[in-house]
T-cell receptor, first 116, second 118 residues
Framework: EAGVAQSPRYKIIEKRQSVAFWCNPI?????LYWYQQILGQGPKLLIQ????????DSQLPKDRFSAERLKGVDSTLKIQPAKLEDSAVYLC??????????????FGPGTRLTVT | DAKTTQPPSMDCAEGRAANLPCNHS???????VYWYRQIHSQGPQYIIH?????ETNEMASLIITEDRKSSTLILPHATLRDTAVYYC????????WGSGGGADGLTFGKGTHLIIQP
C-alpha cells in the first residue's frame, strides 16, 4: 500500500513570496489533515478535510494560508505572502475517517519550508 | 482535548525494555490515549491506542492505570531504530459530523525524546 505522498520535499523562498505544497493521501482515505511543525515542537493542526469539505480550520491563519481539496483526493496548501515565522515542516496526513471510530492517521514525509 | 505531561528525554540500553510514562490527570471518560512516534526527518507514525484496558500489538504495549490518569508505553526489546520522539496524546472520538463534530485532529505536545544506547 502506497503511503501519503508530498511534494516538494524542500523549499526555500524569500519573505513575501508565495509557495504551494501538494499532498496525495492514501487511496480510499476520506479524511485529510495538514499540520505545521516548527523546529523543536510537536505538529500543530492547520486544517482537516472530510472528502472535499472543511471540518476544522480554526488554527489556519486565513489571512495568508489557504487550502483546498477540490475533488476529495489530492490537496494543496498555499502561503501568500510568506513570513519568516512560517519556516517549518508542513505535514500531510490521511485517515479512513468515520464517525465514532478513532482511525489512526498516516503521515507523509513532510515539506521543509525555509523562508529567508 | 486534555493535556499530557511527558519527560523531555529518556535513555534506554539496546535490547532492554523501554518504558515511557505519560500523565493525563484531566482525561475525560470519552477520551482515548494514543501514542505516536516521530523518527528524525520523518512524519509521525501511529503506535497504539487504548481507552481503559491494557493493549498490545506488534510494536508495543500500552498500560493504562485504573483511574486512567496516567499510562506507560512499553517497547519490549528496544533497538537503535526505536530512537525517536514519542508523543502521548489524549483524543476524543468524534460522534457526529457538522457543528464542529468530526474534528479529530491530533494535539501534539513536545513528547519524549527516547535515545537507545548501543
Amino acid at each position: 500500500e502506497a503511503g501519503v505522498a508530498q511534494s516538494p520535499r524542500y523549499k526555500i523562498i524569500e519573505k513575501r513570496q508565495s509557495v504551494a505544497f501538494w499532498c496525495n493521501p492514501i487511496s480510499g482515505h476520506a479524511t485529510l489533515y495538514w499540520y505545521q511543525q516548527i523546529l523543536g515542537q510537536g505538529p500543530k493542526l492547520l486544517i482537516q478535510f472530510q472528502n472535499n469539505g472543511v471540518v476544522d480550520d480554526s488554527q489556519l491563519p486565513k489571512d495568508r494560508f489557504s487550502a483546498e481539496r477540490l475533488k476529495g483526493v489530492d490537496s494543496t496548501l498555499k502561503i501568500q505572502p510568506a513570513k519568516l515565522e512560517d519556516s517549518a515542516v508542513y505535514l500531510c496526513a490521511s485517515s479512513l475517517g468515520g464517525v465514532g471510530v478513532g482511525y489512526e492517521q498516516y503521515f507523509g514525509p513532510g515539506t521543509r519550508l525555509t523562508v529567508t | 482535548d486534555a493535556k499530557t505531561t511527558q519527560p523531555p528525554s529518556m535513555d534506554c540500553a539496546e535490547g532492554r525494555a523501554a518504558n515511557l510514562p505519560c500523565n493525563h490527570s484531566t482525561i475525560s471518560g470519552n477520551e482515548y490515549v494514543y501514542w505516536y512516534r516521530q523518527i528524525h526527518s520523518q512524519g509521525p507514525q501511529y503506535i497504539i491506542h487504548g481507552l481503559k484496558n491494557n493493549e498490545t500489538n506488534e510494536m508495543a504495549s500500552l498500560i493504562i492505570t485504573e483511574d486512567r490518569k496516567s499510562s506507560t508505553l512499553i517497547l519490549p526489546h528496544a533497538t537503535l531504530r526505536d530512537t525517536a520522539v514519542y508523543y502521548c496524546i489524549v483524543r476524543v472520538i468524534s460522534t457526529g459530523w457538522g457543528s464542529g463534530g468530526g474534528a479529530d485532529g491530533l494535539t501534539f505536545g513536545k513528547g519524549t525524546h527516547l535515545i537507545i544506547q548501543p
